[in-house]
């Protein structure tokens, strides 16, 4: 069946980074595209970076356009988000999702705090 699971969270403080892994299997990565969503407490689920499956063309939120960076390795079914100079309005749980439908599917998430 299809597992995304989600790693590389955890507590950073304000201007610090983060990489966040997604590692996908039971169905053929290199085909769909891939996207890292967040959401934080008492706010809804927002997208934050997507990348598409042959050209790895990117796109991101204006909120972390230019601080954070989505990365895909077909060979190693994973895609990878890169985060850098983060602020505390970034604390939220991270979400992978492949683009396999309209539903598509979904990681487990993993926390993300920035705090002093």
């Known amino acids: 069946q299809v597992r995304l699971v989600e790693s590389g969270g955890g507590l950073v403080q304000p201007g610090g980074s983060l990489s966040l892994s997604c590692a996908a299997s039971?169905?053929?990565?290199?085909?769909?595209?891939m996207s890292w969503y967040r959401q934080a407490p008492g706010k809804e689920r927002e997208l934050v970076a997507t990348i598409t499956s042959i050209y790895g063309s990117t796109s991101y939120a204006d909120s972390v356009k230019g601080r954070f960076t989505i990365s895909r390795d077909n060979a190693k079914n994973t895609v990878y988000l890169q985060m850098d100079s983060l602020q505390q309005e970034d604390t939220a749980v991270y979400y992978c999702?492949?683009?396999?439908?309209?539903?598509?599917?979904w990681g487990q998430g993993t926390q993300v705090t920035v705090s002093a």
């Open positions: 039971g169905f053929t990565f290199s085909r769909y595209g």
């Open positions: 999702r492949a683009q396999t439908g309209p539903a598509g599917y």
